[in-house]
């Protein structure tokens, strides 16, 4: 049976004009020519190199940057239903997205403006409740909270609108090992209890293995392979993807930021394929390939 779609990439491309130190016009091109479905209710996974186009993709999906080519489609929302708030995001810190001068409360209520005041405050409280954050502590502002509250803060942030695509750019690099866990499951918890479609942006491949249903990965702006997370694993076909997977990132996710950061750095020992046709090796799995080899 077909599965239905959230998310359609058409053909996405996008350049950024910047002014170097000197005064030349630099053009960087973020993404090229991405195609990608997201189904309902999955997590799609999507790794890559820092600067390689995973936040240029998700901010593009949300329609928070324009696309210089192509097209994003969501086939079965309304234009009702995207207006209402359907598309959420995530970031990787909620310190510096979290308006510091309001309290749990304020922040989880302020995407119900349209609300009656009551409503909105009942539906923020239940939801920062079902995230662990009850009692005085909606009342506190967000430097009372650790880092793990803080987060849960930003994700009770996000679904209190009952939203069906919600993006997640890295929401547990800045925790620590044993608070990221506490964060998924909380995740994964909310997933189900909404129905909800994640694209989850991760420095971390192993994390993503056991996060995601499948896996995009990206290289400098391409996207290189596409599969269900057991076969990236266990048939990695792109030398890119191969080379991820053997450069054994580190757990921590401070240390494989770096890591990855220095692995794009290091470009010239490391200049994977981005032309070729994009082939399906088996079902539902994709590589693009250069032709005959
Ligand atoms: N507003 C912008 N202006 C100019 N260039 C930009 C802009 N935003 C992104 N870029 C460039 O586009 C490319 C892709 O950036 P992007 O932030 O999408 O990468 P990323 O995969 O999310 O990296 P990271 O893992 O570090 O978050 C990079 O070369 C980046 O410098
Ligand atoms: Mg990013």
Same mark, same amino acid.
């Given at each position: 049976?077909?599965?239905?779609?959230?998310?359609?990439?058409?053909?996405?491309?996008?350049?950024? %004009?910047?002014? #170097?130190?000197?005064? !030349? /016009?630099?053009?960087? +091109? $973020? =993404?090229?020519? *991405?195609?990608?479905?997201?189904?309902?209710?999955?997590?799609?996974?999507?790794?890559?190199?820092?600067?390689?186009?995973?936040?240029?993709?998700?901010?593009?999906?949300?329609?928070?940057?324009?696309?210089?080519?192509?097209?994003? %489609?969501?086939? #079965?929302?309304?234009? !009702? /239903?995207?207006?209402? +708030? $359907? =598309?959420?995001? *995530?970031?990787?810190?909620?310190?510096?997205?979290?308006?510091?001068?309001?309290?749990?409360?304020?922040?989880?209520?302020?995407?119900?403006?349209?609300?009656?005041?009551?409503?909105?405050?009942?539906?923020?409280?239940?939801?920062?409740?079902?995230?662990?954050?009850?009692?005085?502590?909606?009342?506190?502002?967000?430097?009372?909270?650790?880092?793990?509250?803080?987060?849960?803060?930003?994700?009770?942030?996000?679904?209190?609108?009952?939203?069906?695509?919600?993006?997640?750019?890295?929401?547990?690099?800045?925790?620590?090992?044993?608070?990221?866990?506490?964060?998924?499951?909380?995740?994964?918890?909310?997933?189900?209890?909404?129905?909800?479609?994640?694209?989850?942006?991760?420095?971390?491949?192993?994390?993503?293995?056991?996060?995601?249903?499948?896996?995009?990965?990206?290289y400098?702006?391409?996207?290189v392979?596409?599969?269900?997370?057991?076969?990236?694993?266990?048939?990695p076909q792109h030398a890119y993807t191969r080379y991820?997977?053997?450069?054994?990132?580190?757990?921590?996710?401070?240390?494989?930021?770096?890591?990855?950061?220095?692995?794009?750095?290091?470009?010239?020992?490391h200049?994977f394929v981005?032309?070729?046709?994009?082939?399906?090796?088996?079902?539902?799995?994709?590589?693009?390939?250069?032709?005959?080899?």
């Open positions: 049976m077909p599965k239905d779609i959230m998310v359609e990439v058409a053909g996405v491309s996008k350049t950024y %004009r910047k002014k #170097s130190w000197l005064g !030349q /016009e630099q053009v960087v +091109q $973020a =993404l090229k020519d *991405i195609e990608l479905s997201i189904f309902k209710g999955e997590t799609l996974g999507l790794v890559g190199e820092s600067g390689s186009g995973k936040s240029t993709l998700s901010k593009i999906i949300l329609g928070l940057e324009t696309a210089s080519q192509g097209d994003i %489609r969501f086939p #079965s929302l309304s234009d !009702q /239903e995207l207006k209402k +708030q $359907a =598309l959420q995001v *995530i970031y990787q810190d909620p310190y510096s997205s979290l308006n510091p001068n309001l309290s749990a409360l304020e922040l989880v209520k302020e995407p119900l403006y349209a609300l009656p005041k009551e409503e909105a405050e009942s539906k923020a409280l239940a939801i920062l409740e079902r995230v662990g954050i009850s009692g005085d502590a909606v009342h506190k502002r967000p430097k009372s909270f650790s880092g793990g509250q803080r987060q849960r803060i930003g994700i009770a942030r996000a679904v209190v609108s009952q939203p069906q695509f919600v993006v997640c750019d890295e929401p547990t690099s800045a925790l620590d090992v044993s608070i990221q866990a506490t964060i998924l499951d909380l995740l994964r918890g909310l997933q189900d209890e909404f129905g909800l479609t994640y694209l989850f942006i991760s420095h971390d491949l192993t994390l993503v293995r056991h996060f995601a249903d499948r896996i995009a990965v990206m400098k702006g391409s996207l392979e596409l599969g269900s997370a057991s076969a990236i694993f266990q048939n991820l997977l053997k450069s054994n990132l580190s757990l921590d996710p401070a240390q494989a930021r770096q890591e990855l950061a220095d692995l794009a750095k290091n470009k010239q020992s200049d981005t032309q070729g046709q994009w082939l399906e090796v088996e079902e539902g799995h994709f590589v693009l390939s250069i032709p005959d080899k």
